[in-house]
């Protein structure tokens, strides 16, 4: 049976890749804070039994990461997929901008995903994994008021292209994705505090993100997909820049 870890698997992209993953009858170890939505969609949607794992962490504190690696180690020797998609964002104005925030931008978006997949690059090598960077087009691009988020992703692009480079040589592929706005708690979060309607038609299925992800991850083939941009049919990458 194959391994997958899912940072941030308990909402979002991230809950819908551990769905799928688990569908398809991989052992499926979930990171998180809050396990009970997730729980109850396992419970209801997947039959009895299924290979799930849990790991409580929260990746603003460093004793948090380090038992989550260890636990990681201790249930699976070998790990297949790595998938990183706990995130945080929070917006501002440069005037009004919290460093705080920035610290825990820096901590969860970027810093976080670097130590995971340091840790456990052997369980990584022992089965030739794939890593998955769950990126955004703020990663891509900056506009205004995004500067911490998107610097956050930024710095998690250069580390993904660097861990590419370093690991291809034993095995393991390194995938950045890149989505626009997707219907997820933090988008409905991000339009409440923009005072926005929320329109779910508007933005991209979380369940689309996840198939993409799913499918590159069971791709046997000798060529790497280093980077998937991907948008709404609607939408397009915007690019503001001040005036
Ligand atoms: N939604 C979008 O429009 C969009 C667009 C582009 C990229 N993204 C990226 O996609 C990824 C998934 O986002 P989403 O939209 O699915 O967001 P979401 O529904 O808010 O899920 C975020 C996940 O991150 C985890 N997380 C947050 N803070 C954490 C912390 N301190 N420690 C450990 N885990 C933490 C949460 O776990 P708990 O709830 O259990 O704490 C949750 O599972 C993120 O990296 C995000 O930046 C999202």
């Known amino acids: 049976m194959k391994t997958a870890l899912v940072t941030g698997g308990t909402s979002g992209i991230g809950l819908q890749i551990s769905l799928m993953l688990l ?3 991989v052992h499926v170890i979930i990171c998180g804070r809050n396990f009970n939505s997730v729980q109850e969609k396992i419970a209801h949607e997947l ?10 962490a929260d990746f603003t504190i460093d004793k948090d990461l ?3 690696v260890e636990a990681a180690k201790k249930t699976a020797k070998k790990i297949h997929y790595l998938v990183h998609s706990a995130g ?13 925030n920035f610290d825990e931008l820096y901590k969860v978006n970027t810093r976080a995903p670097f130590f995971i997949t340091k840790e456990l690059l052997e369980p990584l090598q022992k089965s030739q994994g794939r890593v998955v960077f769950i990126n955004s087009t703020a990663g891509i691009n900056s506009w205004e008021s995004i500067g911490q988020y998107a610097a956050s992703k930024h710095a998690l ?22 989505p626009a706005a997707t219907d997820t708690p933090m988008q409905q979060k ?6 926005r ?5 508007k933005l991209i299925p979380a369940r689309e993100v996840a ?19 991907i948008r709404s049919l609607q939408g397009r990458i915007i690019t503001k820049k001040r005036q």
Request: charged share 25%; glycine share 8%.
């Open 23 to 25: 569908r398809k009858g």
């Open 47 to 56: 039959p009895a039994g299924a290979p799930v794992s849990y790991i409580k």
């Open 66 to 68: 380090v038992k989550l």
């Open 88 to 100: 945080v964002f929070y917006a501002g104005r440069i005037e009004e901008a919290s460093i705080e």
């Open 157 to 178: 692009s250069a580390i993904a292209g660097s861990f590419q480079a370093e690991l291809e040589g034993d095995g393991i592929k390194v995938t950045s994705v890149y």
């Open 190 to 195: 991000i339009h409440l505090a923009e005072n």
């Open 197 to 201: 309607n929320y329109d779910p038609e």
């Open 211 to 229: 198939e993409i992800i799913v499918d590159l991850l069971f791709r046997s083939s000798k060529t790497v997909v280093s980077e998937i941009v």
